[in-house]
C-alpha cells in the first residue's frame, strides 16, 4: 500500500482540497455544463412548489449569497429537508425553478447535473457511509464526481493519489483510521468521516439535513464546529437546517424561519428573538 | 479522545502511517483456499484433460429440443401424469405434515428456552435433555432424503409410506431446528411470567409462546411444502413412484415428448407453489438460509388470512392424501417390516469397503469437487441473473421487463429439480462428476438468484443516493455504493448453500453422475448393504467436514 501520503494538487480540477482560500471562486470546474462566470447567487430558488398529493408541502422564493452560512429553522415537517432536497435535485418540483451554483436544476442534463452534484457537499443526519469499505475508501469517494471510471475502479484496489484524503482525515483528526471498516467505527467517528469527506469533495455549497439532531449537547457542539471547520477559510455557502436556535445564530450569518411550507421570516442571525422563535413553533392556529 | 476539539494542532510535517487495512489477515487466507480450491475442483472435472462432451448425444438433444413443439397431450398420458401428479404432491403434502409434527415436538424439545427456565434445581438435567435431543435431531438432517429412501425402500419395498417418511424424518429434523431458533427469539417475557404464576412448563409455551409465533411457523411449514415438492420428484427417480418414477421411465424409454409433457407439469406445479408460498411470507423473512424469526411485521393481517385458510385447505387435502395414497400404517408395525429391518442392519454391519481406500478417497474427492463446481457455477449464474432481476427503483419499462423475464427463468429453474437436470445434461456431456456439478449448479443459480435478488432489494439505499448526489455515474455508484454492501451477504449465502450442495450431489449421484451418490447406486443395485453404510457415512462425514469449513470461512468474513 502507497504510504507516501503527501498531499498533492487534485489533478483533475487543478486545485489542491489542502490549500483552502485558493482562487476557486468564480472558476468554472471543467465539464461544468453553465455559466459560472460570476454567479450571483449560489441558490436561487424562484417561485418555487413541491407538492405532495393534493397538500402543498413548500412554496418558497429565496436567494442565497456565495459565501453565506443560511441556517433553516422550523417545527418538523415545515419543509426544511424539502427545500434541502430541491438544492441538490433530488426532488420534483410542482413549479418554479432552482438554480444552484448558476445551473437550472429541472433543465440540466444527465452529465450536466452530475457536474453541478459534484460541486454540492451533502451532509446527513443519517451519514449514508458505505460501512463495508476503508474509511479511506469513504472520504475518496468524494472525488467520484470528478474522478473517471477507470480511475475509481482502480482505488478501490489500491488507493489512488490518498494524500488529500488523507489530509482531509487528519485535518478531522481520523487519520489513524484510515484502513478500518468504516461500520466498525463509533458514531463519533463515523461523522468526521462523513465530514472529511465533503471536505476531499471540496464543493462550492454544503448541504447539511439538521446533522445534529439525535446528538447530545456536547456532540452536537463538536459537530458544529466540524462544520464550521469545513465552510471554514474557503468562501463556501453552507445551508443547514436545525432545531437549536442557539446553534443558528452561533454558526450562521443569516436565519430562515420556515413553517407549514413557507419562508416566515429571513433575517440576519442577530435580529432574531425569542419571540420569532415562538411565532414559528406555537402549536395551533 | 476523538471527541476532542475540531481544530486540535496537527503537525503538518506528520507523515500518516502506511495504509494498513483491518480486513483480518485470516480472511485473505480464506480466499486463498477458496481459489486452490476452486481450481483443483476444475481440475477435477476433467475438462481439456479427457473428452467430457458426448457427441453421439447430439442428435438425440435435437430430438428431445423438437418434442417440446409436441408433448405427448393424449388423454391416456394425461391421466397418467395427472395421477403421477397427485402422489407427488399427496407425498409431498403428508411429508410435510409428519415434519411439522416432528418438528413441533422436536422444536420445543431442542429450544434452550424449555431447558433454560426449567427451575434451578434441575438445571442439570435439563442441559443433558437439551444436548440429547440436538444429537438426535442432528443425525437424521446430515443424511439426504434420497438416502432415507433407498433406506425404506430396502425395508418397506415399493410402498406409498416410503414417500411420507423419506420426507418427514430429515424435514422434520430441519424443521425442528428451525423451530427451535424462533421460540428461542421470541422474547420470553411472557412465558417466563406464566412460570413464575405456577404454571408448568408445557402449559406456559402453549399460553404464553405458542400463540405469538404460530404464524412463522406455519408460514415456515408451507415452505418446506416447496422444497418437499422438489423432493418428491427426486424420490420418485429412485422408484417411490409419483411424478419422477414416470420421467425416470420417460428417459429410459427415450419418450421425450412424455417427458416434455411431465417437465411442464413440473414447472405449473413448481411455480404455484413458489408463488403460494412466498405470498404467506412476511417481506423480508429470508427462511431459505435457514433464518427465520427475522420477518418483519409489515402487512400482517393479510398474510394471517391467507395463512388460516391456507391451513384448512392442507388440513383438508392431507385427509384427501391418506385416502388417495391408501397409506396402510399398520405395515410400520407388521413382523415382516421388522424382520426386514433386522435383516437390513445385520447385512449392513459392520460397513465395509465397496472396493479399496482409493476409490472410496477419489469418489469423497470428485463429490467435495462436483459442490464446489456447483456453487461457482451456480454463484456466478446467481449474481448475473439477480442484478438483472433487481432494477432498482428508477427503472425504465424495457428494464423492469427485462427483470420480471429474469425472474421467471430463475422460477423455472428452481422447479425442476436437480435430478432432472442431470438426465437432460447426460444428453450433452459424457457421465462423471461434470454433469452433476452443472446440474446442481444450475439448480443453485435458481436458489442463490433467488437469494441475491431478495438481498438487493432489502439493501439500505441510502449510501447509495448519497453517492449519486456527490456526483458519482452509475458505474461509480455500483461499485462504491451497491457491491461491497451486497459481497458480504453473497459469500455468506454462497458458503450456506455449498453446505446444502454437497449433500445434493447423492441426488445426482443416483441418475448417474459421478460421486459418493454414484457408488451408493451402484452398491444398491448389487445389494451390497455393508458397502452402502460405507458410502452413506462417508457422505456424513464429508457434510459434517463442509459445515465446520463453511461456518468457520462466514465467521472469518464478517
Known sequence: MSADGVPRPDRDTGQGTTAPGAA?????????????????????????????????????????????RVALVGPSGAGKSTLLGLCSGARPLAAGTVEVLGVDLAAASRRGLRAVRSRIGSVHQGLDLVGPLTALQNVSAGRLGRWGTV?????????????????????????DLAGARTDRLSGGEQQRVALARVLVQDPALVLADEPIASLDPGRARVVMDLLTEVVAGDARTLLVSLHDFAAAQETCDRVVGLRRGEVVFDLPAGEVT?????????LGA | MREGSPGAPVPASAT???????????????????????????????????????????????????AALHPDLSPAFLLRTLDAAAVTVAFSLLGTV?????????????????????????????????????????????IHEAVWGIALLLVLGRDPLVGVLALGIPFGAITAKVFAEIIDETDPGPHDSLIAAGAGRLQAFCYGTLPRIWGDLLAYAFYRFDCALRSAVILGMIGVGGLGFELGTAFAGLDYERMWTLILVLIVLGLACDRWSASLRRPGAAHEAGEAGTASRGDGVAVGRRLRLSFAAALLLSVASVLYLRLDLARLLSPETWRRAGRLIADALPPTLPSTWADLLGDAAATLQMSVIAILVGGVIGVVAAFLGAPGPSAGPLRSAVAALCRIVLLAIRAVSPSVWALLLLFVVLPGPLPGALALGLYNAGVLGRLFTETLENMDHRPVRSLQLLGAGPVQTFSYGVLPSVTGRFTAYGLYRWEVAIRETVVVGVVGAGGLGRVLESERASFDHAGMLTAVLALLLLSLLVDLVSASARRAWR
Open chain 1, 151 to 175: 480511475r475509481s475502479l482502480a482505488s478501490l484496489v489500491r488507493p489512488v493519489d490518498p494524500g488529500p484524503a488523507l489530509e482531509a482525515m487528519r485535518r478531522l483528526g481520523i487519520e
Open chain 1, 24 to 68: 476557486r471562486k468564480g472558476t468554472a470546474q471543467p465539464g461544468t455544463a453553465a455559466p459560472t462566470a460570476a454567479a450571483p447567487t449560489a441558490v436561487a430558488l424562484r417561485g418555487v412548489e413541491v407538492r405532495y398529493g393534493a397538500d402543498p408541502a413548500l412554496s418558497a422564493t429565496l436567494d442565497i449569497a456565495p459565501g453565506e
Open chain 2, 98 to 142: 409428519l415434519a411439522t409434527v416432528i418438528g413441533l415436538v422436536g422444536g420445543v424439545l431442542m429450544s434452550e428456552a424449555w431447558w433454560g427456565d426449567a427451575p434451578v434445581t434441575r438445571a442439570r438435567r435439563g442441559r443433558t435433555g437439551w444436548l440429547l435431543t440436538r444429537i438426535g435431531v442432528g443425525l437424521p438432517r446430515g
Open chain 2, 16 to 66: 500518516p502511517r502506511p495504509l494498513r487495512s483491518d480486513r483480518p489477515r485470516a480472511a485473505r487466507w480464506w480466499a486463498l483456499a477458496a481459489g486452490v480450491l476452486v481450481l483443483w475442483s476444475l481440475w477435477g472435472m476433467g475438462i481439456g484433460r479427457a473428452p467430457v462432451l458426448n457427441p453421439a448425444g447430439w442428435p438425440s438433444l435435437r430430438a428431445f429440443a423438437e
Open chain 1, 274 to 282: 425569542a419571540a420569532h422563535r415562538d411565532a414559528l413553533y406555537r
